[in-house]
């Protein structure tokens, strides 16, 4: 098995734990068991740097897991997408590559959109005025 494949495992399986409330609930009882020890270590230096190192160290590694995990389910969730884009014929395919254009272009076409709902919109409300009551 290679590198990365290893990796989106190891990850997808601590992002799945990590998000679990047994997960949560072991992380606040670390919590309460070090405040509870700090009169014991007289709050000292390395009382107060023992949890400090410790919620640095994981939230270092969690930003590598939570950002591959977001990277592989945006990327699943873009082909799905982009399946239904190909799968529907009146679809326009130019539009299965969007993630991959600039902020620009895809303010243009968020543009076209926004005046085709608003056509949309405006040919609704007349169509409820023609109608006879």
Request: aromatic content about 8%; overall charge neutral.
């Amino acid at each position: 098995m290679n590198f990365e494949k290893a990796f989106a495992q190891v990850a997808a399986r601590i992002s799945r734990l990590a998000g679990t409330s047994t997960a949560f609930c072991a992380a606040a009882a670390a919590i309460v068991i070090w405040a509870v020890l700090g009169p014991v270590f007289h709050y000292s230096q390395q009382w107060q740097l023992v949890v400090n190192t410790g919620t640095t160290i994981v939230t270092f590694l969690m930003v590598f897991v939570i950002q591959n995990s977001q990277n592989r389910d945006g990327l699943a969730l873009q082909i799905k997408l982009d399946e239904i884009i190909r799968a529907i014929g009146r679809a326009q395919n130019i539009y299965l590559d969007l993630e991959n254009r600039s902020q620009e272009e895809l303010d243009e076409i968020k543009s076209q959109f926004e005046a085709l709902a608003a056509k949309a919109r405006a040919r609704q409300m007349n169509a409820h005025m023609d109608v006879p009551k």
